[in-house]
């Protein structure tokens, strides 16, 4: 039920127009995930904080220069 929240949440980010990501994944984590074949559709991950703040950043200069 809580993993079923979240995609919900997911989704109804994405209708208005915004993008999630997933971050504080360790390497043990995105292991056993894949190994339970987990799929994250379009979410993108990072591995902490600090990568998923670079990311937007460049995201931004991207869009508005």
Request: hydrophobic share 40%; aromatic share 0%.
């Given at each position: 039920v809580l993993k079923e929240t979240r995609w919900n949440r997911v989704r109804a980010a994405k209708l208005l127009g915004t993008?999630?990501?997933l971050v504080g994944v360790s390497p043990a984590v995105a292991k056993t995930m894949v190994e339970?074949?987990?799929?994250f559709g379009e979410l993108v991950t990072y591995a902490d904080l600090r990568a998923g703040l670079r990311a937007v950043a460049k995201m931004?200069?991207?869009r508005f220069g």
């Open positions: 993008e999630t990501a339970l074949g987990v799929d931004i200069r991207k």
